[in-house]
């Protein structure tokens, strides 16, 4: 009872979500919900094939089908202009309806516009195809000897290659992490409507309304300016938004060949063949240590699935590079091209593959050499980076294991597997850390005061959940000395000022940087205009009336200064889990789980930690549960749908601890404020693997745990 008053004490503190109460009363206006007048509606139809290529297609009875407007194949659909161009790459984006060639099952064949929705689904089962089927492959684990070197990727080596293999204590394992869905609640979603031959408007699920104001301006070669991209709320996205999809240039191609506005969202099915996700991956870790656990060696080695037509590479093997002092490191990354769709980043992309090998592997030494897995992280911290020799703009990762060790109850773990039951389960503790580089680019924001002495606070930047407004207001209020009653956001379109796609856990950096400069330039401003050093008694709304202003504003552009790059930046995580395991069931259930993160200053106690369990929560998913099945036979997902494709729900979850360092970093910006997006799911998922182990000797390399793997 005294630790749950604690928790909720922590986690009332500070300013609720600023559109909290639109989101949960319905106001909060998502893309879909824009019906603008004489909306018609798009379906796809997709591959039934996994490899091969489109022999004929009838559409006759989709397109005389009730409600019809048309169906645009590769065989009548308008070119697009973009297309045209001769790729950049020898592979590149898939380009929807541009040729007969199938590379993967579910993969758009036809696009059926119809004036409802419910009649456009109906003429999409009308069509019908005939295939010319080739061979495929969809395992990644059958192909492994397939693998490439991505384009200009070489190996890392520092110090002698493969070290590890002559050290006193060694470990050398494999670990699979299969095919993980974003999955966001709110289904990718464009409507597209032309306000003329070379104009357009497009309310979009997306992360970043500038990059997709490019994106479309470049496929239909218009002045970006006439692109306006709207997207002032979006409901998840995990990284599945960061890139316009093909989705997205159809409906604005249909809308443009019919001068109608059409809405296209995507069903729960095409959301694992649309958007991308986290590619299916293997893995081999080999370490080596000193029998006082000082590593000597650290080798990785990492496969990840692409698409036969373009490549996604993501730094799974960088966090070997990155975490530990370790005096010979390798790392080795491979791509193997499968028939599916192209993988896109997913929170913490590559790192949260990677830490899942590094840091099951870290655990697996600690047992090796019989020691605490935390005594064997603290040995061998990195007290400067050990890629550079770059000091670090701040590091208080000690501290981190300190406080969540304290919160877990770290002393009750016994190192011994399998010998602590409760009421009849078995009991395991288990860590994991995360890393995440700190970013910080440029953006734009405007800060108006108004003669009533509110504020006004004006940036393109969308918020896809993390609270990207409320963290603005947190800063702004603090800054000006505002309530932040008196403070409103406007975000999420691309006519306001320019500020960064919100990915790689560097909005608040970046965007908060801008709000806070604009803040001091438009206080300075006040103070010229009050003409006394610290505005008198006069508060801002008399010192606009004194001067019979309605209002005053500001428009400034923040970015990192070169100090910056003098020193490595990076936020850090430590993930701490408590696990039950039902000895003949094998059913694992999360008991507790304390996340700590060292990401600087924190602004916005609330939403971040909603950020880190959020985090938690996803790291879980990787770790139990998530996974898309394919049937290799065919090449097909069976599992596309949230009956089979399980997340974690609120009974697989407990009540979660998420702790902060909150020590300011000096260099990053003027906050002192690192990001915590992806270091929330860095590191969870081997957290739980470690813990099943400690609770049942078994050592599950091939994610998700399901019980079937520890009976
Ligand atoms: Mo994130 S994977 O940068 O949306």
Redesign the pocket.
Known sequence: MENIKKRKASATEGLDRVDGRLKVTGKAKYSAEYNTKGLVYGVLAGSTITSGTIKTIDAKAAENAPGVLAVYTYLNSPKIPGYQDPPTQPKGPFRIFDDNKIYFNGQPVALVVADTFERAQYAATLIKVAYDKASFQTDLKSNISAGVSPRNGKDYVKGQEDAYKTAPVKIEQEYILPTDVHNPMELHTIIANWDGDDKLTVWDKT?GVLGTQRSIAQAFKLDPKNVHVISPFVGG???AA?RTWQHEIAAVMAAKALKKPVKLVLSRAEMFTAVGYRPYTWQKMGLGATPDGKLVGITHEASGQTSMYEDFTEGTVNISQLMYACPNVNTRYRLVSLNVNTPT?????GEATGAIALECGMDELAYALNMDPIDLRVVNHADTDPQTGKPYSSKFLKDAYQLGADAIGWKNRNRKPASVTENGWLVGYGMGTGMFGAYRGAATVLARLLADGTLDLETAVTD?GPGTGTAMTNIASEVMGVAADKISVKIGDSALPPSPT????SVTSTVGSAVNDACVQLKEKLKELSGTAEGGNLSYAQILQAHNLPQLEVTVTSKSSPEAAKYAMYSWSVHFMKVLVHPTTGVVKVDKAVSVADCGTIVSPKTARSQIIGGTIMGTGMGLMEEAVIDHRYGRLVNNDFANYHVPIQADIPQLEALFVNKPDPYINPMGAKGM??IATIGVAAALANAVFNATGKRVRDLPITPDKLI
């Open positions: 992360q996205a995990f990284g960061l980043p997913m929170r913490g992309p896809i919100q990915g790689g856990s997006g992806e």
